[in-house]
Each structure stands twice: as structure tokens, then as C-alpha cells.
């Protein structure tokens, strides 16, 4: 199946800890991204790479780190976790010059 | 900032009936995109505009964008509980902003049979 795919579906962490989500996506795209839902459904964006190069970098504590080792992943490393950063995590992917983002099913992350 | 108002927020009706959802900005977008979110999922694409003055019909489904590129209206004649969902406008400023999609608040819809 063609897709972006991220893991884990939900993680649920102590404050304070360190973890990561990771995307991937096969159809080919040479962009990606990171989204930000909060608990109103409000999606804004957080991060952007294209073709490994960080394009979009939106005022982010810098506890969040993108890292896209090829143009097909994108990972979030999020460090010294807070009861704030509770949210869903989207991973998306699209083609420069052709509208339209596909988006993964999102990671529920909560921090207790 | 750019910034997209979507309403209603809300919108519970009976099977049927038809609605209207609007989003609007002072700013210009290259491009408005409509996104359907049903829960535990991610947002599915259904219709992308970006001409102005544009509709786009998709079944009972029917899209416009404004004619100066600042606003746009998703139409459903005859709801089927089957449309229930989240739905998202997305605008895109397009030019050395590609990829920065400023997303409306979205609209929970409810079909009752």
C-alpha cells in the first residue's frame, strides 16, 4: 500500500523523558512534514523538509528536533517531554508544485 | 500570520438536508484544500482549488473558491450519516511559503439518520 506510515500509534511517557516518532512514506514525494493537533482539532505545522533540506521551521521549543535521514523519512526526536506537549503528531508528505498533502494517521502522544 | 476562519464549528442535522461551511481570510492563497478527518485517523484530501472563481464537484459534494482567492465554501446537498466527520479548510500561500498549510478550526459535522 502506498502511504505515510508513522509509529508508534500512541505513546504515553512520563515528564522529563526523552522519545521519538518516526514517518515514512513510499509514494515518491519530495516533501515532508510535521503537524501539531491539539485537543480543539487545530493542526498547525511545525516542521518542513524537502529532499533532507529543512525548509520550514515554525516557533518550536528546540526540545523538538526533525531529522530526515533520506527524502523518504522524517523522524521528531522530542527531548525533556511537558505535560504541554500532549498533542497528536501528524507525519505528511507531498510533491513541490503539485497541491495536496497526505497525511499519517497520527501518533497520540500523552505526557502524565 | 495568515489566518483562515472556519464556521460554523458545529453543525449537527437530519439525513437530507443540505449545508454550507465557509472559510475566509483577508489573505491571499494560491491554493485552498478541503480535508476530511474521521477519528484516529489522519486528514484525507478531497478537493483542491486554485483558480479564482473555481467550483469543483465531487458527487453530492460541491467546492468554491472565491474570486479573489480569499475565501471558499464546501456545499453537501442531501447528507447521508455516512458524511459525518471533521472537515478542514487549508490554505496555501504558494510562492517561498509552499508547504506552510494555515488550516481553519474545521467543522464537526453530524448526520443523523
Known amino acids: 500500500d502506498t502511504a505515510v506510515s508513522q509509529t508508534p500509534k500512541y505513546l504515553v511517557t512520563q515528564m522529563g523523558n526523552d522519545k521519538s516518532i518516526k514517518c515514512e512514506q513510499n509514494l515518491g514525494h519530495d516533501t515532508m512534514y510535521w503537524y501539531k493537533q491539539d485537543s480543539k482539532k487545530f493542526l498547525k505545522i511545525m516542521f518542513s523538509?524537502?529532499?533532507?533540506?529543512?525548509?520550514i521551521n515554525e516557533t518550536v521549543p528546540n526540545r523538538f528536533s526533525p531529522k530526515s535521514p533520506d527524502k523518504a523519512h522524517l523522524n521528531l526526536h522530542i527531548n525533556s517531554l511537558e505535560l504541554g506537549d500532549s498533542a497528536v503528531y501528524f507525519c505528511?508528505?507531498?510533491?513541490?508544485?503539485?497541491?495536496?498533502?497526505?497525511f499519517g494517521s497520527g501518533t497520540r502522544l500523552t505526557v502524565v | 500570520t495568515q489566518l483562515l476562519e472556519q464556521s460554523p464549528q458545529f453543525l449537527s442535522i437530519q439525513e437530507g438536508e443540505n449545508l454550507t461551511v465557509y472559510c475566509n481570510s483577508s489573505?491571499?492563497?494560491?491554493?485552498l484544500q478541503w480535508y476530511r478527518q474521521e477519528p484516529g485517523e489522519g486528514p484525507v484530501l478531497l478537493v483542491t482549488?486554485?483558480?479564482?472563481?473555481e467550483v469543483k464537484k465531487l458527487k453530492r459534494l460541491t467546492f468554491q473558491f472565491g474570486d479573489a482567492r480569499k475565501d471558499s465554501s464546501l456545499h453537501i446537498t442531501a447528507a447521508q450519516t455516512g458524511d459525518t466527520g471533521l472537515y478542514l479548510c487549508a490554505g496555501e500561500p504558494g510562492g517561498t511559503s509552499y508547504g506552510k498549510l494555515t488550516f481553519g478550526q474545521g467543522t464537526i459535522l453530524t448526520v443523523h439518520p
Open positions: 523538509y524537502n529532499n533532507k533540506e529543512l525548509i
Open positions: 482549488v486554485v483558480t479564482g472563481g
Open positions: 505528511a508528505s507531498s510533491h513541490r508544485g503539485v497541491y495536496g498533502y497526505t
Open positions: 489573505s491571499v492563497f494560491s491554493s
